[in-house]
């Protein structure tokens, strides 16, 4: 469709995000939805496409614990030859309509989250939260991670499954977003209210599975004590959103923001499955116990996704609760945060109301245009992992997304329309 204007292209980008239905509607092993993960040895990993030999600690250690995960390899030195040899395939989970926190490793057996946007019937998919402590995501790769994994491949992920087939219609995420935003949570460093409301509709179908009772408690406690176990479906819940506003095809709308570890990358409407990269930020913030400026890994992971959708470091004053574990200062910070943001985003979305923004709505719709303009970058809520595999999370913070990023994509948009050669 052609458009008379690049606000009129853009609004209707706009339109498709507001007027979208995302339902969680199951879990499912990765293989079974994302056909690539079948064609032997392949991993999805965040960000924009990497080689092995260029990414960092905690990817590699992802990777290492994937394949362990996999049974590709019988020892974490087996698998890290096999994965330097270029016998295992690497796909950025955005090609393939996932998102994946941190190293973003996804692998077949793992269970994913499935969202499907019911406006447009699109589908998209993240792995399920870990909980705290040596996790994948972060680079362990230990036996306690890998039986983790299976468990989360054995119990976890079948019982939300059938628990999720026991509901009518699947679960209504703009509807749990909605009542989350005013509790407190902004869906990138804060999710405790929502991962509580997950639980809230979730338990009365568990309950009525027939299972194994010990199963069924340790499903429970999981869910009880994971206090991030949103953020994957928040993940998932962006991705079908700006996956279906990104078949506009026009327009400077930011559709995509990740990194990993190397490179940040960005997609926006005009320029379709196109990448725009620029060199990574490293995290600031406030450290864990022992650990200092010095031991954080460069941005990491596809869950500035949320930030894309408007919600992350984009709703700060959503969550002022959060603003001092990421070093962000107070609620004036916060306030200041947000507004800065709005500057840089085109309209505010309705459908998730801030009651500590006087009600406005969050941002919508982050404008390349007026990131270069104004010369403000977007910032991402996010947690810090330490530069070597298997150490872990060992801080939060916040992040800028590089300028140039955006210059190119507008560049190439421009040369793409014919307004410059």
């Known amino acids: 469709m052609n458009y008379k204007s690049m606000d009129e292209a853009n609004q209707a980008v706009i339109d498709k995000i507001t007027g979208s239905a995302p339902f969680l509607v199951d879990v499912a092993p990765a293989k079974e939805k994302v056909k690539e993960l079948n064609e032997g040895k392949v991993l999805l990993h965040a960000g924009p496409p990497i080689k092995w030999e260029d990414m960092t600690g905690p990817m590699q250690g992802s990777c290492i614990g994937a394949s362990l995960y996999e049974g590709w390899a019988a020892t974490a030195e087996e698998a890290e030859q096999q994965l330097a040899s270029g016998e295992v395939t690497f796909i950025p989970c955005h090609h393939v309509n996932a998102v994946g926190p941190m190293g973003g490793i996804t692998s077949a057996n793992m269970p994913v989250f499935v969202v499907e946007n019911r406006t447009d019937g699109n589908e998209a998919y993240c792995i399920m939260n870990e909980g705290i402590g040596k996790v994948l995501r972060f680079g362990a790769n230990s036996q306690e991670v890998v039986d983790r994994l299976k468990w989360m491949q054995q119990v976890l992920g079948p019982t939300i499954s059938k628990a999720l087939k026991l509901t009518d219609d699947g679960l209504n995420l703009n509807v749990m977003i909605a009542r989350a935003i005013t509790m407190g949570d ?106 200092s400026q010095d031991d954080a890994n460069p941005d990491i992971g596809d869950s500035a996704i949320t930030e894309t959708f408007g919600v992350g470091g984009m709703a700060m004053i959503a969550a002022p609760g959060v603003t001092r574990f990421v070093g962000a200062g107070g609620f004036e910070d916060a306030l200041a945060t947000s507004n800065e943001m709005a500057e840089i985003c085109i309209s505010h979305n309705s459908n998730f109301t801030i009651p500590t923004w006087d009600f406005q709505g969050t941002c919508l719709g982050i404008d390349a245009r007026k990131v270069v303009e104004t010369g403000i970058e977007p910032v991402i809520n996010t947690g810090i992992a330490h530069k070597k595999a298997g150490v872990g999370q060992v801080g939060a913070g916040t992040v800028r997304a590089p300028k140039e990023c955006f210059e190119k994509a507008l560049e190439a948009y421009a040369i793409k329309l014919g307004l410059i050669e």
């Open 186 to 291: 902004e869906f990138h460093q804060r999710n405790i209210a929502a991962s509580l409301i997950f639980l809230k509709e979730i338990s009365p179908y568990i309950v009525q599975l027939e299972m194994d009772n010990k199963d069924r408690k340790d499903v429970i406690q999981f869910l009880a004590d994971t206090d991030q176990f949103f953020l994957n479906i928040a993940m998932a819940t962006s991705k079908a959103v700006m996956d279906a506003a990104r078949q506009i095809e026009a327009g400077t709308v930011v559709t995509a923001m990740c990194r990993n570890g190397k490179d940040f990358g960005i997609r926006i409407s005009g320029m379709g499955d196109e990448w725009f990269t620029a060199p990574v930020n490293t995290p600031q913030g406030l450290f864990f116990t022992g650990y």
